[in-house]
């Protein structure tokens, strides 16, 4: 590498100081500046970033498929009242990791901001731990939203012929189609990706308003809606727990999970124009915009949810489309909003694993993954990393196989990829709180200013408390088929990252941004 590029470095840190739109030559000086090479070519825009986002964030879909958690464990009130609560907490999350993201727009996001936000001797372990949970949630947790994604065409066709029963190798042919229809997807490049994006938004955004709008009318016609009152104080507690303060704090999972793959945007940095003011920007627009919508369309749910029992326990499996068919009947108009539903929901999907293939792209690049140099190269064609969607899309179909045996093993190694997921969006907010007076820290374009320190331990302390709820299980002294296995996961991935990196990683694991340039 010339020396002249590392002599023109210190003007990209003062663009970032002073928050100047830059061009694309000096936004790839920053990246440089940062330790890596640009590799890919920059197609998103602030639209088409905040679309991608949006898309990600799939409220219509998230929310139907998560209203489990809170419709089935307590019933109405905390549709309301626990929606708020949280959603207001979770963007002090979502601030802190905003600023991150505009001071250092790399594709490694959240492993990357903990490396330069840890203690010196810390640096390389907490980047170690972050990155694998990064991975672990990447791989898992996008292999949750493939089967997601086939219960509910399972639940289209179940709408359509009411006598049909899947087995499981249909559920899983379903499951591998969506993976290898979204494999195709991801590996188009970013500028494509982008307009896809504002498809999908578009399509969800009007299908959304049209549920709003659509869903009291029908309800209201039909006699199946609730009172105001019982929407904001109705209890209905359907687990064993006695305490309801706990199960209603265990219906947090819900915005928990809807608010989250934000930062995706961050992924796809090196993607995008303007990264340090687009992808904070598009972070926090988006999820504000989730946080706000999503509380109305659960005060719209939560007037429609008249029987609950017969929700929860509809042939569909999919609590949104139960409550569509309660408000709607099985006609014409039911069914084509939950085909939307299901187009929606594929963009979820695609959005948020070709975040998990910049995740693979971004640690092996840093060298630590085995078959790192392929594994991070780009395609010259499309300028995406090829290889890495593939790896990723084989690890899909592969831990896919695992339902053939048992649907409770895999919901297990789904749940062990929330808590991870949870760790790494803790780590790089914990470690810029414990390592406050960091000098390498240099604020980008998008700061918070004075309320940064108080936003953070906020955004941390909500952190450790949401660890023990993806952690509970759902129902005292349970039994192996209802014990919640994310924290024996977590331990498990635990006792392998960490011996792994004791006894060999610190040898040559030098954190992200020093491997490219030193080779």
């Not at 990155?131 to 219960?151: E, N, P, R, Y």
């Not at 099985?330 to 939950?338: C, D, P, Q, S, Y």
Request: with cysteine; aromatic share 14%; charged share 10%.
């Amino acid at each position: 590498m010339s020396s002249n590029k590392i002599e023109r470095t210190p003007s990209v840190a003062i663009s970032a100081i002073e928050g100047k739109v830059v061009d694309s030559d000096t936004e790839n000086e920053k990246l440089y500046y940062m330790g890596y090479d640009q590799h890919m070519k920059r197609g998103f825009n602030f639209w088409s970033m905040t679309a991608f986002c949006l898309t990600g964030l799939g409220l219509l879909p998230s929310l139907g498929g998560t209203i489990w958690f809170s419709l089935g464990y307590l019933g109405l009130m905390p549709m309301t009242w626990g929606w708020l609560v949280a959603s207001f907490l979770i963007m002090f999350q979502v601030l802190s990791l905003a600023e991150m993201s505009s001071a250092m727009p790399t594709a490694g996001g959240l492993y990357y901001w903990t490396f330069k936000n840890a203690p010196p001797k810390a640096k390389r372990l907490a980047s170690w731990v972050t990155a694998w949970c990064q991975v672990m949630a990447a791989s898992l947790g996008g292999a949750s939203f493939f089967m997601t994604q086939a219960d509910m065409i399972q639940a289209l066709v179940v709408m359509f012929n009411p006598d049909f029963g899947p087995t499981v190798w249909q559920t899983y042919l379903i499951y591998l189609a969506c993976v290898i229809v979204c494999a195709i997807i991801m590996v188009l490049p970013s500028k494509i990706l982008g307009k896809i994006s504002n498809v999908f938004v578009w399509l969800g955004t009007i299908v959304f308003f049209i549920l709003l709008i659509a869903l009291p009318i029908y309800s209201k016609k039909s006699g199946n809606y609730n009172s105001a009152k019982d929407m904001f104080t109705a209890r209905y507690n359907q687990t064993n727990w006695s305490d309801q303060g706990l199960v209603f704090l265990l219906t947090f999972l819900v915005p928990c999970w809807c608010i989250s793959g934000y930062d995706s945007t961050a992924h796809l940095a090196e993607e995008t124009h303007n990264a340090s003011s687009v992808v904070p920007r598009a972070m926090v627009i988006s999820c504000g915009a989730v946080a706000i919508l999503g509380y109305i369309f659960n005060v719209v749910l939560a007037y429609a949810s008249s029987d609950i029992d017969a929700i929860l326990g509809s042939p569909l499996g999919q609590p949104l489309g139960a409550i569509l068919v309660l408000a709607m009947g099985n006609g014409a108009f039911a069914k084509f909003l939950w085909i939307c539903t299901v187009l929606s929901n594929f963009g979820v999907v695609f959005v948020n694993n070709t975040a998990g293939t910049r995740v693979y792209f971004a640690y092996a690049r840093d060298g630590a993954l085995p078959f790192a140099n392929w594994l991070s190269h780009v395609n010259t064609v499309t300028n995406t990393p090829l290889n890495a969607t593939l790896a990723l899309s084989t690890v899909f179909a592969l831990v896919g196989l695992i339902s053939l045996g048992s649907s409770h093993a895999l919901h297990a190694f789904f749940s062990g990829s929330s808590l991870a997921g949870a760790t790494a969006y803790l780590m790089p907010i914990l470690m810029r709180c414990i390592y406050e007076d960091n000098p390498q820290y240099i604020p980008g374009p998008f700061s918070l200013g004075r309320w940064s320190k108080p936003i953070r331990w906020v955004a941390v302390a909500w952190g450790v408390f949401t660890l023990p709820l993806f952690s509970f299980p759902t129902t005292p002294n349970p039994s192996v088929n209802d014990f919640n296995w994310s924290v024996g996961f977590y331990l498990g991935l635990l006792c392998i990252i960490l011996p792994w990196y004791f006894l060999s990683a610190r040898k040559w694991f030098n954190g992200p941004g020093e491997r490219e340039h030193a080779a």
